[in-house]
């Protein structure tokens, strides 16, 4: 379960650093600026990710092991989702005061929650399509060459 995390963390990590890199270029026009946005990007979202993601999506399988297909799968995301949205709101509040207006927290903090829920989702659709047998049979090969190359296997 561990490589399978790991493997889903790489694929995550990858595409939400281009995903949010190209974001930032197509909207700024900076098209020349794709690397720097790509290594800045990829510095501050690696840690969160990793200390963040992985943690998260063992909870969920946990969580949902003796559940099967699609309510296992809905579930799965579901607690995804929601982890994002506390640790999100752990940092709102611990940084803000309770009393002020709610909507302009949330205008405020905005910002930190779309790339939060996309980088969940992507994880949960790595993660379950790393976990699928018709993908895993696939790609047989791959797994079988990394284990020799890497030797994960000690």
Not at 60 to 65: N, V
Not at 101 to 116: A, D, G, Q, R, V
Request: charged share 15%; no cysteine.
């Amino acid at each position: 379960m561990l490589k399978r995390k790991m493997l889903a963390f790489l694929i995550t990590y990858l595409s939400i650093v281009v995903i949010l890199s190209l974001i930032l270029v197509a909207d700024n026009k900076l098209y020349s600026e794709f690397f720097l946005y790509f290594v800045l990007i990829g510095a501050y979202s690696l840690p969160f990710i990793l200390l963040y993601g992985v943690p998260s999506s063992m909870i969920a399988d946990y969580l949902t092991k003796k559940l099967v297909g699609f309510i296992r799968s809905g579930l799965s995301l579901i607690i995804h989702l929601v982890m994002v949205i506390v640790i999100i709101a752990g940092i709102i509040f611990e940084n803000e005061s309770l009393l002020i207006n709610f909507k302009s927290l949330i205008s405020e903090y905005l910002i930190f929650l779309f790339p939060t829920l996309l980088a969940a989702f992507l994880f949960w659709l790595s993660d379950e399509l790393l976990r699928s047998t018709i993908i895993r049979n696939k790609f047989l090969f791959i797994t079988k060459s990394l284990d020799k190359y890497l030797d994960l296997k000690r």
